[in-house]
């Protein structure tokens, strides 16, 4: 299974928030869930859930968009 990448930076949010949380699935899922309601003051919904659920990315390919650019 590849691991997957829940990116705070990619949504405009108003405390300026840079986490990112790398893992399997379901821990991405469940820690991103956690910090959306504790730091986002999101509700712990289905509909919430599954609009960070559809967020995640595989973590080869945000790692290739988050390489150094050549000098």
């Given at each position: ?18 986490l990112v949380i790398i893992g399997e ?6 820690a991103a869930m956690d910090h959306a ?35």
């Amino acid at each position: 299974m590849s691991r997957k990448v829940a990116d705070c930076t990619k949504m405009p949010n108003d405390v300026g928030c840079s986490l990112v949380i790398i893992g399997e699935e379901d821990e991405v899922l469940r820690a991103a869930m956690d910090h959306a309601a504790r730091v986002h003051s999101e509700p712990e919904t289905d509909e919430v859930r599954a609009w960070i659920a559809g967020d995640l990315e595989d973590e080869g390919a945000w790692l290739a968009s988050h390489a150094p650019s050549p000098a």
